[in-house]
């Protein structure tokens, strides 16, 4: 295993180009994307994408700290179901792997329960409503925030309309290639 540190011992840092395919292992496989797959390695959620150039990878990075500053801590209605507080997850490492062309990010990794696409329609129209604002302010085109893509997690003990929810996004696009910024 060489420089690879065990599981519980890992920090994003560890990774580098020259070791980037050694933290991947299929019993930290998470989920397959269209562009990416996805592990998770101790407290970091590792996205391998495919054939994505440096440029498209970096530009998500930037696209989900801009996220961050603008939308944390916004708040939505989501019909009889209650209200939900959004957060979202920055990408604290982009590597880029000299041997392939499959970049890597490197974020926290985020426990909880993804809805259904559909499960909450409210909370579709919300996403949806906020994937268009931050379109707008970030003069970029491609946030597409999608159900598969957050976790949802209760805060209190109040139901229906009374129910409270985190709602923390842990990708803002669908698609990384539909991605760019608005000319």
Partial sequence: MGNIKRF??????????????GFIHDETFIDQGVDSDVFH???????????????????????ARKAAEIA??????????????????????????????????????QGGR???EGEIKPLDRVLKALSVDLNNEMKVEGIAIIAPNIKLQKTNRGIGPFAKYVCTITDPCQYVDDLRKKK
Avoid at 8 to 21: G, K, L, V
Avoid at 82 to 101: A, H, L, Q, S, Y
Wanted: hydrophobic share 30%.
């Fill in 114 to 116: 993804r809805p259904k």
């Fill in 41 to 63: 390695w101790g407290g970091s959620c590792i996205q391998r994408f495919h054939d994505q150039p440096p440029e498209k990878i970096r530009l998500l990075q930037r696209v």
């Fill in 8 to 21: 519980e011992n890992f920090q994003p840092e560890d990774i580098t180009s020259e070791n980037a395919f």
């Fill in 72 to 109: 944390n801590g916004r708040t939505a209605r989501i019909g009889l179901h209650g209200e939900v507080t959004f957060k979202f997850v920055e990408i604290d490492m982009v590597v880029i792997p000299k041997r392939t062309p499959q970049p890597f990010t490197v974020k926290k990794y």
